[in-house]
């Protein structure tokens, strides 16, 4: 079946422009998550949505960060005023429920590169 | 949290068993173990879990020592298609936010042909 999918792949964008990154869950899935990937570093959280709400988004680095699911569904990553250190791989996933035993499901992720 | 220790980096020849190490001396009782992979240029990908016992699936073996302070991810024939850097995981069952994937630096696992 389809899995996690994002878009675009790649994005060059030039310092203080905005940038919307998107992805689309698994079908079903009400529990999605995005996730942040520096070079040679493991992912690290962002945002985490329950349907439509953000339920935590203390992963947040600042408030040029935003993120929405405004159907419970897709959901779009939107950074504002970019800067270099915003360079990095953005993953998203999705789970069917939130317990300790539910797998996360990742996307190929977002390539964000600010020059 | 509860943190995990794992090598930069390990070695293995095609078509030979691979013991991934983790070390969580800090783990408490409700901490699950996870383990995901990351092949190159993709996201992660759920490989197994467990809490107590010894666990099997089609991907790969999880052992877990007795006093659960460390665990070891066996991918039994590795192939080319298993070079991906390997995250060992530990998820609290407790409330709160265990939804969280916290990674570390992970074990790159190179496997030659």
């Known amino acids: 079946g389809a899995g996690v999918s994002q878009t675009p792949s790649n994005k060059v964008t030039e310092k203080g422009k905005y940038v919307e990154l998107r992805c689309d869950p698994i079908?079903?899935?009400?529990?999605l998550y995005w996730y942040r990937q520096s070079l040679g570093q493991g992912p690290e959280f962002l945002i985490y949505?329950?349907?439509?709400?953000?339920?935590?988004d203390s992963g947040l680095p600042n408030d040029r960060f935003f993120a929405v699911r405004p159907e419970g569904s897709v959901s779009t990553l939107k950074i504002q005023r970019t800067e270099r250190g915003d360079s990095a791989v953005y993953l998203c996933?999705?789970?069917f429920g939130t317990g300790v035993t539910d797998t996360q499901y990742f996307g190929p992720g977002t390539r964000l590169t600010v020059l | 949290d509860a943190k995990t220790t794992q090598p930069n980096s390990m070695e293995s020849n095609e078509e030979e068993p691979v013991h991934l190490p983790c070390n969580h001396s800090t783990i408490s009782g409700t901490d699950y173990i996870h383990w995901y992979r990351q092949l190159p240029s993709q996201g992660p990908e759920y490989v197994i879990h467990g809490l107590t016992s010894n666990v099997n699936n089609r991907m790969a073996s999880l052992a877990i020592a007795e006093d659960r302070k460390s665990s070891t991810l066996i991918l039994h024939r590795a192939t080319l298609r298993d070079a991906a850097v390997y995250y060992c995981?530990?998820?609290?069952?407790?409330?709160?936010?265990?939804?969280?994937?916290?990674f570390g630096k992970g074990t790159l696992l190179t496997v030659n042909p």
């Open positions: 995981i530990l998820r609290r069952n407790s409330g709160g936010s265990n939804y969280k994937l916290t």
């Open positions: 079908s079903g899935h009400t529990a």
């Open positions: 949505f329950q349907g439509t709400g953000a339920a935590d």
């Open positions: 996933a999705s789970s």
